[in-house]
């Protein structure tokens, strides 16, 4: 299995190098390849991309995650049907409903949606992505994970929510919570779950506006506190699992 963080960059003003793109990952798996999140920063940029996803699955109607989609897709799009509903103006051709723990494929790629906990306006889900023998969870915006066990289990990598290291910026809307986990948070469910990997993405005004060689600093200080590889994505960054 091969990603290449594509995007990296959260619902922020500034951007960078590193991160110019909002955030989204191709994943690569003999002669497959899926693309999750479509956020407006790839607006006509879609059918651009070569090869061509056989899918797009979407992780919530926010935005950053899904505005890259107004003008259609070259192929089936995968979401839950909260988001199809806030997406329904959309011009998708193929649009496929998918429902929490179902799977569902793209070629040779699995996937299946966990619901997560991070808005009640744009409800979210993380995708649990297998491939050879190899999975990955991916979620970049959350609060905490339903059914968080059997989301990672036996996941070689986390790629979670980058808005915040150590601050958390949860709140609460009624009965809910909305917002984003800390990176420590984030640490402490991969160490419970036994995931030795994390990458963060979807990075927020202190990595793309601020320090970021001082927060990979800390990141790393976290990840070895509880015997973890950790790292910030950047644009074009790419991870093969063999």
Known sequence: MKLTFIGTRGEVKGRSSRHNRHSSVLVDYRGSRLMIDCGYDWLGQVGRIRPRPRAIIVTHAHPDHAWGLKEGAPCPVYASAETWDILASYPVREKRVLPPRQLASAGT?????????????????????????ASIF??????????RAAALAGCRVYAGDGATLLRSLVRKRGDALVGHAPMRTQLTWCQKEGVPRAIFTHCGSPIVGGDEENIIRQLNDLAAERRLEAQLAYDDMELILR
């Open 109 to 133: 790629i699995g996937f299946e949606a966990f619901t997560v906990e991070h808005s009640t306006r744009a409800p979210a889900v993380g995708y649990r992505v297998a491939a050879g023998r």
């Open 138 to 147: 991916y979620a970049p915006d959350l609060v905490y994970i339903h059914e």
